[in-house]
């Protein structure tokens, strides 16, 4: 199993500090998320041969790997225009993921869940473009479900997942979006959701969120009243309502050997703190 930080509380950081300071925190693994300077949100990556090399030489010099990448583009948009954009945009990536050496990506549906059966045509549009291409540089791909995405519950993602027919596609749960992936259901709890993802289930993301629903859907409250906004969080572990016991004993029970990434992002003023305490659990409740 790989236990990896996204850094990305540490992007405004030159490629090779970012690198020197997840090697001082004791990760052995970064998973690549966006930042301006390499690979932005929803926009072209700007990353060329020198910055590539940047980041290699800079891994290299810590003893750093990459576990996998994590772009962001709009690869299942309802506009064509958009869609094609993005397919540009991915196939750049899985050549700059290729040039690093790292076998690995990781990303989620995108679309809009308003317009979803449009969406889903767009997503497998962009799937009969990039899979022959994933297959061709040897990469793997991991999908997760995010708030506001066409595809926001658990058990139809997973479903998704399974029809691209894939060995090397698999599901990414993530954590810090438990309480939107279990739906309207509240006996879908964490233990359920991951074990229906069963051997598809390749990667984690760890971090706290509380439950939107809660206190009859008053943990929150949204104005404009009915406003279709999403509220989550990617807190320290602990810090919400993630039921952790069930999270950890059915990782250890299912026998993960995946990728655990620990991704907080709230706490940018006491980002290696959080980034410490954060390897120190994940190691300790995955070891149990």
């Known amino acids: 199993m790989k236990i990896a930080i996204d850094p990305y509380m540490f992007r405004a950081l030159p490629l090779h500090d970012m690198v020197r300071t997840v090697a001082e925190l004791g990760y052995e693994y970064i998973e690549l998320s966006p930042r301006d300077d390499f690979m932005p949100f929803f926009l072209h990556p700007r990353a060329d041969d020198d910055r590539v ?86 990469i793997a791909l991991n999908l997760e479900a995010h708030p506001d995405d066409f595809c926001e519950e658990n058990a139809p993602a997973v479903d998704l997942v399974r029809a691209v027919n894939k060995p090397w596609v698999n599901y990414l749960y993530c954590a810090p979006h438990s309480f939107h992936l279990s739906g309207a259901d509240p006996r879908t709890d964490v233990a359920a959701m991951m074990r229906y993802a069963g051997d598809k289930l390749q990667h984690v993301h760890i971090a706290d969120t509380f439950d939107h629903k809660g206190s009859s859907a008053l943990r929150y409250i949204l104005n404009p009243p009915g406003t279709p906004a999403r509220i989550h969080q990617h807190l320290d572990i602990g810090q919400g309502e993630v039921d952790w016991d069930a999270f950890f004993t059915t990782l250890r029970d299912l026998r993960f050997d995946g990728v655990a990434t620990a991704c907080v992002f709230a706490w940018e003023e006491r980002a290696r703190e959080s980034s410490s305490f954060m390897l120190d659990r994940i190691r300790k409740e995955l070891a149990a």
């Open 53 to 138: 090399t940047e980041l290699r030489t800079a891994l290299r010099t810590h003893g750093v790997r990459l576990s996998s990448v994590l772009p962001l583009y709009k690869w299942s948009s309802p506009d064509e225009t958009e869609r094609q954009a993005a397919v540009r945009y991915w196939k750049r990536m899985i050549q700059i993921t290729a040039d690093l050496g790292c076998p690995l990506m990781n990303s989620e549906f995108n679309g809009r869940p308003d317009r979803a059966a449009e969406s889903e045509a767009a997503f497998w549009r962009s799937m009969e473009e990039l899979l022959p291409v994933f297959e061709r540089e040897g």
